[in-house]
C-alpha cells in the first residue's frame, strides 16, 4: 500500500493526515535503516497512529513516556538491525522545586514552558506535586530550561536534571461516582460524571470540547459503554468503569471514576 493510500484509508480530519504524514515518513526512514522518532502524542494522536501502523502492516515500534502510565508518549521505529534494549529515549526529566506554600498547578508549568516558545510536542508529561514537578522534555531543551524555567505561576523554581528512572508521578486522586441515568447516551452519562445538567454537558459536546476514547466526539446521543473513557477541556476525565443494571425505578444503574 503507497503512503498515499494509506493516508486516505486512516485520516479522517486535516489534522490527522498531517500528523500521519509525518508518521509514514518516519516508517519510512526506519525501513531504510534509520532510526525514527515521533515527538510526544497526546492519547489521541497515539490511537491515531496506531491505526496508521496496523493498516502499514505493524512495522517494528516501541511507544515510551518516561513512565509506565505516561499519557503524552513517543513512538520509536526501529531498523532491523536496533534491538529495542539498545534504544535511546529522545528525553530526559526535569525535576523543579518551589517552596512548598506556593500551590502550582499543571496549567501554571504549562504556561511557563510554552511561554518560552517551545513547542507541545517536545514536551511530555508534567507531573505536578507538593513542592516538586517532573516535566519530560526533548533532550535538546534541557540547557535552555535549566537556564530560563526560573518561575512557574507567581513561585521561583529551582530546576534540575534527573534520571528517567527517578521520575516520580504523584498518586492519582479518583472520585468515584455511582448514579443512575435514563440512558447510556455520552451526555447522560458525562452528566453523572462531571456533575454538570444533561443540557450543559450536551452544549459541551456540541462545541467540541469532548473526546470519547481519545477520540473527537460532537453526538451527544453517542452509546457509552464499559470502559469507555470521556474527556473534556477544563474539566478532565471520566471513565464508565461499571454498568449494574436496572434499578427499581428503570433507571441505568452506572459507576464511574473522575480524575481530579
Known amino acids: 500500500m503507497t503512503k498515499l493510500e494509506l493516508l486516505n484509508k486512516v485520516s479522517q480530519t486535516p489534522e490527522e493526515r498531517q500528523l500521519l504524514a509525518r508518521v509514514c515518513d518516519q516508517i519510512d ?4 535503516g534509520v532510526p525514527a522518532c515521533t515527538p510526544f502524542l497526546s492519547s489521541a494522536q497515539q490511537e491515531c497512529a496506531q491505526r496508521l501502523i496496523a493498516a502499514a502492516g505493524s512495522p517494528r515500534h516501541l511507544w515510551s513516556g518516561g513512565f509506565p502510565d505516561a499519557e503524552r508518549k513517543v513512538c520509536a521505529f526501529l531498523p532491523d538491525w536496533q534491538e529495542e534494549d539498545g534504544w535511546e529515549p529522545p528525553y530526559a526529566a ?14 501554571d508549568f504549562l504556561g511557563s514552558i510554552l511561554g518560552q516558545g517551545l513547542d507541545r510536542e517536545k514536551v511530555g508529561d508534567i507531573l505536578v506535586g507538593d513542592g516538586v514537578c517532573d516535566v519530560l522534555v526533548f533532550r535538546e531543551l534541557v540547557p535552555y530550561l535549566l537556564q530560563n524555567l526560573t518561575g512557574a505561576g507567581r513561585a521561583r523554581l529551582r530546576v534540575e536534571e534527573i534520571p528517567l528512572e527517578g521520575v516520580e508521578p504523584p498518586e492519582k486522586q479518583v472520585k468515584v461516582v455511582r448514579d443512575t441515568v435514563n440512558s447510556l447516551r455520552l451526555d447522560a452519562v458525562m452528566s453523572s460524571g462531571f456533575s454538570l445538567a444533561r443540557s450543559k454537558a450536551a452544549g459541551l459536546i456540541s462545541t467540541g470540547r469532548v473526546e470519547l476514547n481519545h477520540r473527537p466526539c460532537i453526538k451527544a446521543d453517542r452509546t457509552v459503554g464499559e470502559g469507555d473513557v470521556m474527556t473534556c477541556r477544563g474539566l478532565g476525565k471520566c471513565i464508565l468503569k461499571e454498568v449494574s443494571g436496572l434499578s427499581k425505578k428503570g433507571r441505568i444503574m452506572i459507576v464511574l471514576e473522575r480524575y481530579l
Open 29 to 32: 526512514h526506519a525501513a531504510r
Open 94 to 107: 526535569l525535576r523543579c522545586r518551589w517552596q512548598s506554600g506556593d500551590k502550582l498547578t499543571h496549567r
